[in-house]
């Protein structure tokens, strides 16, 4: 079937993922039937694995005499080449790009691209040094809306999510969810995180309600990962939220808006959405349509123009827009 091989292809990659992950930290090395049964697979599938990371480029490699007592281990440095053609734009462009991540609350691997990076600049020259330096006089990277600084606290949450989600862990959590403002208990298949938004979701399927939720790691009050195992039977798609303005998931439909002249440049010179197409009108207005998801992102989005942006179609945006008009001015009119 079509779907198959893209499920198959994501099986072996988490597979020879966690036979890296084990190959590294066993310092004495692992056998290939020490690999089998940690992952459940014959030996010839190991030796295919390893194969594979080989060619990948991982600096994996084998001692002892016999096949069956060989043991693999990985190579101390094994990205000693890269680092060393790292040029000075190579460098520099990591170093932004370091900030940009590091500005997203409760990004899992944290430590991890901290180390990272010190370990890089340990290796710089003087001149290098003094480059990075100045790059934020030249370039910055401002971190957008995020979760509130206590929940930084909560990187250990989205580290254990996302060793569930490598090893297909089945996580049972209390979650707070906005829709019934309250605290709720779920026992999910976890199958990816997404950072958008400036924050990190969890996209899980829920047996429960037979559909795939989206969950703010921030609203995790409790987890645990289970020693349950579970398989991949579906798929997501590469972009989760492509139908929405925001983090949602939803059928997208038709919407047209027209934006009034004095916002029409500010609104032409940004890409808001891959499905809008623009029109100039006569008056100096601006038209768009748009294919997405009715939610909250699109209307938020919408009320941020205020009084120089008016729905065409769907009506039941309009009237959602105007309704949320009317509530305003009702809260901001002094009571007689």
Known sequence: MPGERPLMRNAEVIRQWQILREIETRRTGVTIHELADMVSVSTRTIRRDLQALQEAGFAVYDEGDENETKRWRLDGAPFRAVQDGLSVSDVAALYLSRTVVEGISGWPLADELRAAFEKIERALNPRMR????????VISAEAGPRVSAGSLQQVDTTRRLFEAVRDRRVIAMAYFSAAANSLKNYTVQPYRLALAQGGLYLMAWVPAYDEFRTFATERIERLSVTDETFKRT????????????????GEPEPVAIEFAPRVAMIVRSRVWHDSQTLTDQPDGSLRMTLLVSNDWALRSWLLGFGAAVKVVAPASLAEAIADECRATVTQYTPAS
């Open 234 to 249: 579906r798929e997501l798609p590469a972009r989760l939220f492509a139908t929405s303005m925001g983090v949602f998931t």
């Open 130 to 137: 003094e480059f990075l330096a100045t790059l934020p006089q």
